[in-house]
T-cell receptor
Framework: AQSVSQHNHHVILSEAASLELGCNYS??????LFWYVQYPGQHLQLLLK??????LVKGIKGFEAEFIKSKFSFNLRKPSVQWSDTAEYFC??????????FGAGTRLAVHP | DTAVSQTPKYLVTQMGNDKSIKCEQN?????MYWYKQDSKKFLKIMFS???????INETVPNRFSPKSPDKAHLNLHINSLELGDSAVYFC????????????FGPGTRLLVL
């Protein structure tokens, strides 16, 4: 069965620090990969996605992620975080019928 | 001009009651979904409809019944509510069922007392 693991459950950073959130998935076939963000009290918004092509994908708000097939990983990065990046971040994988399997989420707190 | 909308936003009810949550999308998408987010923020898919046809039906109690009157609407009816049903329920939609981004609604926070 497919699964998604997010290694960091809680991350606390100061503004301007660099961010990397880990995501590993288990699935033998072709996958589509996503990072969604949920700001406090809001709905999920797509940060970025990977379907095929360049394994380094750029998303909104300065986020990027790299798909490393050999490691089954899709880590999220941002070189310099801001207080407004405080949110819950979800990695997800989809396959047949576009069913999204989510990781447990990483709660990011950025202190000014 | 909300893309995916849900009503109500908050729902507080007693155990044993029956309640419905409505979802509407104005994106012209063919596929709609229901997800449940528990108190630990874990998100899990429940159902998906494509062109009003049920295509994903995860291991969900029979008390939960989705209904899609047309492509733009997917409602969730819950019978005999239990304490464990307390969660945030998110509706989502996508253009199709293959390599498509899902757009999420604002969520319905259900509290069963």
């Amino acid at each position: 069965a497919q699964s998604v693991s997010q290694h960091n459950h809680h991350v606390i950073l100061s503004e301007a620090a660099s961010l990397e959130l880990g995501c590993n998935y288990s699935y033998g076939g072709t996958v589509n990969l996503f990072w969604y963000v949920q700001y406090p009290g809001q709905h999920l918004q797509l940060l970025l996605k990977y379907f095929s092509g360049d394994p380094l994908v750029k998303g909104i708000k300065g986020f990027e992620a790299e798909f490393i097939k050999s490691k089954f990983s899709f880590n999220l990065r941002k070189p310099s975080v801001q207080w407004s990046d405080t949110a819950e971040y979800f990695c997800a994988v989809s396959s047949g019928y576009n069913k999204l399997i989510f990781g447990a989420g990483t709660r990011l707190a950025v202190h000014p | 001009d909300t893309a995916v909308s849900q009503t109500p936003k908050y729902l507080v009810t007693q155990m044993g009651n029956d309640k419905s949550i409505k979802c509407e999308q104005n994106l012209g998408h063919d596929t709609m979904y229901w997800y449940k987010q528990d108190s630990k923020k874990f998100l899990k898919i429940m159902f998906s409809y494509n062109n009003k046809e049920l295509i994903i039906n995860e291991t969900v109690p029979n008390r939960f019944s989705p209904k899609s009157p047309d492509k733009a609407h997917l409602n969730l009816h819950i019978n005999s509510l239990e304490l464990g049903d307390s969660a945030v329920y998110f509706c989502a939609s996508s253009r199709g069922t293959s390599q498509e981004t899902q757009y999420f609604g604002p969520g319905t926070r259900l509290l069963v007392l």
